[in-house]
């Protein structure tokens, strides 16, 4: 376990050691955000870009393609081809993208995407959460992540990783670190709510300590139980101190280390996909300010005082700027304007350069809406574009979905450490098909190896979609392993079970109609199915069901009434009666009429005969 002091000293090499990597990180968030400025030192002025901001649309392109697709989980049956471990595994995967969908990790993702593609990393920490009681993702801004140096490109588990961000006291006191407010600051002249304080959080696979620092003078300084270090003079002056104290120290409950960090694939250091444009935006930004400043000297000439011979000439009234439109009166001299004007290879530089960060930064026209102008068809302007966006996009689906896997390692570890046996119950699926999943972390989890998978790594939801459908249409896929593709479907046995249902649903209105077209079907039992399912009171199945079990019913009756006539107790019988047999011939079959038929004629005149000679033995007696 390393103490504060280790901890202050492993963040100033690793500072140091971070620091080109966050100077172009910053670069780049200057010129995605609209901060950056053209510096004009010959004219002692700054302009603000006036040019596309290619590198804005580029990230917003690409990130939006590469997470627009939801990956898919997978856990592997222990013993597959029985029921309770296949549903184990399927509930284990419905538990995982359950904790997704509660903790909105595709919204995290976007800004994840976003991130990867700018500044060449995405880091996040696994922690859990207490109050909903189930892992959550905190994303962190990689200008304040400095992990292990051992850290590769592609790599997404460093050995340990140290953030470092800024609070204010406010924030602390409503943290619950109010008593460690006066050890920190000393001297409370000057010191509100707004005052900042440097946190530095050093996380490893054992344990999180939170720091927090700050410099202050030496004088002002309170020796007490919390100060922990004391680290030499700062950049602030001699008379001060950067002073450290322990916030928070706990181990970490998963035996792995809960930060991951994807990175981009490049060659040997970490590095976004626009920083080598950097360079052509500044250069087009500056001729692009230069010419502006061109046409509008254009349009406001420089005016200069020429001097007749023998005379000095001086302005009575002026001079005046001509934006003014104030009139320049002078004396023993003529105005004379000095037009200036473009060079005539201005314009071609600027495409040129708008060209060179476009095939550099790979951001084809199509991003903003438009089309190259040799492109005449939708297939060659699809090509065009997969060429240049499909590997880049597929190789961050492919790292998202390896670092995916260790984070869910991590969540799946908390879980099991934390809840264990507990039973939980979370919602999966939206709108209709979202549906509650319980499960207990020690038994649903008996192994923590799983797969994320995107369906088609280097695709968007939009060419997947299509693909799968021809991939069906050619019958070289069936259509429950194209559900299981589709990132709309969340759950593909459901799916493919209700598919079955509405097949059957639409065989059975079919059948109905027909009869009902061909006199088989009593009109008053299609009035009564008609009536449950206009009126929302049932669906088609379950109002088929308690029709035909009325007319059941309504049939017993009939029998019962007809034992009944030789005491004369019988009545008219009613519609549901006289339509019973017809009911249950056309929603049973013949075979259940018969079934629930009294006597045939022949048994009626056998046991008519029987109650006749027993009558006649009676009256001899």
Excluded at 5 to 10: S, Y
Excluded at 123 to 145: G, M, S
Excluded at 153 to 172: A, E, K, L, N, Y
Excluded at 460 to 466: K, M
Aim: net charge negative; with cysteine; glycine share 8%.
């Amino acid at each position: 376990m390393r103490n504060p002091q280790q901890i202050i000293d492993l963040y100033r090499q690793r500072r140091v050691y971070y620091t080109p990597l966050h100077q172009k990180m910053s670069q780049i968030a200057d010129i995605y955000n609209g901060r950056a400025e053209v510096p004009l030192p010959d004219m002692e002025r700054d302009e603000r870009p006036a040019i596309p901001n290619l590198l804005a649309q580029g990230v917003d392109q690409m990130a939006g393609r590469i997470t627009s697709v939801t990956p898919a989980v997978t856990f592997s049956s222990m013993k597959p081809g029985v029921r309770k471990y296949d549903r184990m595994a399927v509930t284990a995967a419905d538990t995982v993208t359950g904790w997704w969908q509660a903790d909105r990790l595709m919204m995290k993702m976007k800004q994840r995407g976003r991130r990867m593609i700018a500044y060449g990393m995405a880091p996040v920490i696994v922690r859990w959460n207490y109050d909903d009681h189930r892992p959550t993702w905190q994303v962190r801004h990689p200008l304040e992540t400095f992990p292990s140096t051992d850290i590769q490109p592609g790599q997404v588990t460093p050995t340990d990783c140290i953030f470092v961000i800024r609070r204010s006291i406010g924030w602390m006191v409503d943290a619950g670190y109010g008593d460690k407010i006066p050890p920190l600051i000393g001297n409370s002249d000057g010191v509100t709510r707004d005052t900042q304080v440097t946190l530095i959080e050093y996380i490893d696979c054992d344990h999180t300590v939170l720091l927090a620092t700050g410099y202050f003078p030496t004088s002002n300084w309170i020796d007490t139980q919390y100060a922990d270090l004391t680290i030499g003079p700062s950049e602030w002056g001699s008379n001060t101190q950067m002073r450290a104290i322990v916030l928070e120290n706990y181990p970490n409950l998963s035996d792995e280390c809960p930060v991951v960090i994807p990175t981009r694939l490049t060659l040997d250091q970490m590095t976004g996909q626009f920083d080598n444009m950097i360079g052509m935006y500044y250069q087009q930004a500056k001729l692009m300010a230069l010419e502006t400043i061109a046409v509008e000297k254009g349009i406001f000439p420089d005016t200069y005082l020429i001097s007749r011979p023998g005379e000095v000439g001086r302005f009575l009234d002026g001079p005046h700027d001509g934006r003014t439109g104030l009139v320049n009166i002078v004396a023993g001299g003529d105005i004379k304007e000095l037009q200036s004007s473009p060079g005539y290879l201005t314009n071609p530089t600027l495409d040129r350069l708008e060209r060179a960060q476009r095939v550099t930064a790979g951001v084809p026209a199509e991003f903003g809406g438009e089309s190259g102008s040799n492109i005449r068809t939708g297939r060659r302007g699809d090509a065009v574009l997969s060429a240049v966006i499909d590997f880049p996009v597929a190789e961050a689906q492919e790292t998202f979905a390896f670092a995916l896997e260790e984070e869910n390692e991590v969540a799946i570890g908390l879980a099991k450490r934390i809840d264990g046996s507990t039973q939980r119950t979370i919602f999966v699926g939206t709108g209709n098909n979202r549906r509650p999943v319980t499960y207990k972390p020690s038994e649903t989890f008996e192994q923590d190896e799983h797969v994320v998978s995107y369906p088609a790594a280097g695709s968007d939801v939009n060419s997947l979609v299509i693909g799968l459908g021809q991939r069906v249409g050619l019958g070289t896929m069936s259509k429950f392993t194209a559900a299981t593709l589709d990132p709309y479907i969340d759950n593909p046995e459901q799916e493919h079970d209700q598919i079955i249902a509405e097949g059957l649903e639409q065989a059975i209105m079919s059948g109905l109609q027909q009869q009902a077209a061909s006199g088989q079907l009593p009109p008053l039992v299609g009035a009564k199915i008609m009536s449950l399912v206009r009126n929302d009171r049932m669906e088609l199945a379950e109002a088929i069901a308690k029709v035909t079990e009325d007319a059941a019913k309504a049939e017993q009756e009939k029998q019962q009434q007809q034992m009944m006539q030789g005491g004369g107790q019988a009545g008219a019988p009613t519609p549901d009666q006289m339509s019973a047999p017809a009911a249950l011939a056309a929603m049973a079959g013949p075979q259940a009429s018969a079934a629930v038929n009294g006597p045939n004629p022949s048994q009626q005149n056998l046991g008519a005969l029987l109650t006749t000679l027993r009558r006649g033995s009676r009256s001899v007696a």
